[in-house]
């Protein structure tokens, strides 16, 4: 089955490889097509990756040696809501750039690569 994938789709190889690189012994082509978006990576987007090592460093620091230690130091760990912080940061950091470069007379000329960072 994963040949006639990574046939089909150039970026599913690499990909392949880097989340196995990435999960380690733990690492199933079953589990690799529930996180992979083929779509996104064929567009230069790998936000499927970055869930995936956000996931699986959330489910490091969250063994219980790991909290029990933090709260012992007082070192309090939310990282989903941070990475979710961070990305609505980001893109209203792109929207106000959108906004402001619509307003300049090269609008036109500026949209294809506005466009490619909205991504």
């Known amino acids: 089955m994963d040949n006639r994938l990574f046939k ?13 690189s ?3 012994e733990d690492a199933s082509f079953e589990d690799f097509l529930l996180h992979y978006d083929s779509t996104g ?3 230069g987007d790998n936000s499927w990756l970055n869930k995936l090592i956000t ?3 959330a489910n490091a620091l969250s063994s219980p040696e790991v909290l029990e230690a ?5 070192v309090g760990l939310d990282l989903t809501s941070s990475m979710d912080y961070f990305d609505t940061q980001v893109y209203a950091a792109k ?5 402001a470069y619509s307003k300049r ?4 000329e500026m949209k294809p690569l506005l466009e490619q ?3």
């Open 70 to 74: 933090m709260n012992t130091l007082g």
């Open 117 to 119: 960072l909205m991504r």
């Open 55 to 57: 996931e699986n460093t």
């Open 95 to 99: 929207v106000q750039l959108m906004q």
């Open 105 to 108: 007379d090269d609008y036109e």
């Open 8 to 20: 089909i789709d150039p970026y599913a190889g690499v990909s392949y490889g880097l989340y196995s």
């Open 41 to 43: 990576a064929s567009e």
């Open 22 to 24: 990435l999960k380690g």
